[in-house]
Each structure stands twice: as C-alpha cells, then as structure tokens.
C-alpha cells in the first residue's frame, strides 16, 4: 500500500545499521508500526515482535502480516469468492463514488472510486464480516482477507497517493477492476503481538523487551486524515456508520488522530516514552523533514542513553511526494535523509 513514511525501500539499512550496533536477534516493540514493513522483516529475521499503533487499519495490517502465522487452505478461494461478489450499494458507494450522494447530499462526486468498484468493495467487506460473526473464517484468515481488500481497494482508488483528496478525472489504476490478493502468511519462529494503542501505553502494556523501534509521525500530517478510507474499512460499518464530514469525507472525531503531529509535543511525548519502555536498546528512525530538531533529538537521546553514547547512521533515498512544494514545507527535492540513532537505555 501507498504509505508516507513506510520504511519497505529502507528495510536493508534498518537491518544494516542493527547488525552494525551489535545487536542481537530478540524481542522488539515496533512502536509506531503503520503498514507493519518493520515489523514483519524483523519477524522474518527471527525476533519476537510487539507492534502497536493508534490505527485501525494499522492494526489490521499488524494482525495479518506480522501476528498471523497459518491461513485458511481455501485462503485463495475465499478471496475469489468475495471479489466475485454481485456489486452492493453501500457505505463506500454512497460516499465515496458519484453515483450518488451521501447523507444530505455529502458525497455527491467524491471520485475516489468508479460506482463499480465501489460496489464490489462494499460487497466484499460485508460478506467478510458476515463470515466472521458466523463463523467461516478464523481470526487470522478474517485479517488476512481484510487487509488484502484494504490493499485492493488502494490499488485501484482514484488519488495521487493519498486520500485527503481526488482526481478530477478516472486514472488508469482507477478503471481497473477491484481483485482481492491476500498474502500466505509466513510461520515466524517467535509469536507476535499487535496492540491497537497508543505507543506509551503499549510500552506500559508489553514490558520488558530487548529493542525499542521508534518511527513517529514527526510533522503535522494527521494519519487518519491521510487514509480516511482504508480506515474506514478496516474498522467496517456493521454495528454502526462511520460519521465522516467535509468535502472529502474525512472521519469526524479524535479517534485515530496522534499527538505526536503537534510539533510542540514531540519532545515531551518522546521523553514519555523513552521512560515508559524498559527496552535494552533504542533504535530511532529521523526523517529530515521532521518537526524535532536534529539537534534537540540528539539531546534527548544522549540523556537517556545508559552510557551518554549515540551511535548514528544515514542515508539518502528518493523521497514519496504525496503533496507539492509550497510555504511551510520544507522540501529537500526529491531527495530525503534518513537517520538512524542507537542508543543503549539501560
């Protein structure tokens, strides 16, 4: 899935720089877990992983790409089954297709989705959650299922990347028809933990572990405003109707929002969890373009540190653009800087 921040490109120099600091394969609290890429290379290379992240839809990707160990041997069938659906008009149809408008008119021209895939989305994420009250499916196919139609959903929506906003005019990915892949999961040699929390309630909640990984939304996009509808269907409408306002139909609500995007909070918030984890180790991934000064960042982590030492690597990589040049961003080209900063906690 198309995600600002996700660290797939940059999983070798994650791996790299943990292997360069001597540490050893153990247990890890991924903190801010997002599309979960951290958390399942760190799976594949044998640690025990605890992720944890404020969204649902993280959450569903943690659940079915870290947690899940087996599938359903129909897997592939099931899903075939779901995409082959006859198209519903739905939640995601009436607000998020020009078919029609949503309640009170709202949704009228929301182009993130042609009125037929719209439909075979809708179908296919009310059957799913059908089969699981009724019980067809176990909790790790129900995952499995649900994030394939979350990933198949952004494969053919009509956006640049992200959905505070949509084309004017249908895309070529848009056109395409909506297919269900689930992904076989792939037995870790340690089981996972997912946590729907925030980060220092989920170092509360997990305890002792050997490796702290910390990637924070360091500037002021709101994630859940990013990718209202993946969330939207992460979290589903059978008991209730998602409430969503505005041009685009964003989610109404604190629920989801992160005050790790308050650029005044980020220092606080990351002492808080610094002195919440009782990880070993602490490993930081920086992005330039973060709120926190490089320097105030280093500050930080130098106090904490057991023995006042940080060790620091970078790397340059061509960045993901989801919005364009203008004031108050501070763009670097095409070209970004990661950091990474380890630090040994106690």
Partial sequence: MRYIGNKTRLLPFILRALKKGGIAVGSVHDAFAGTASVSRALKAQGWRVHSSDLLMSSYVFQR???????????????AKDLAALAPRESFISRNFSPARGGDGGEGQGRMYFTPANAGRIDAAREELESWRKAGKVGEDTYYLLLAAIIEGADRVANTAGVYASYMKRWQPNARRAFEIS????VKGSQPARAHLMDAIDAANTIGEVDLLYIDPPYNSRQYVAYYHIPEILARGWAEALPAIRGKVGLLAGEEGRSHWSHGRRVQKLFSALLSATTATHALVSFNSEGHLPPGALLSLLTKASADGKVTHFSQRYRRYRADSDRVGRHYHRDIALEHLYMVRLR
């Fill in 182 to 185: 689930p992904e076989v999961p």
């Fill in 64 to 78: 079915a790409y870290v947690v899940a160990d087996s599938a359903d041997p129909l897997l592939s069938e099931m």
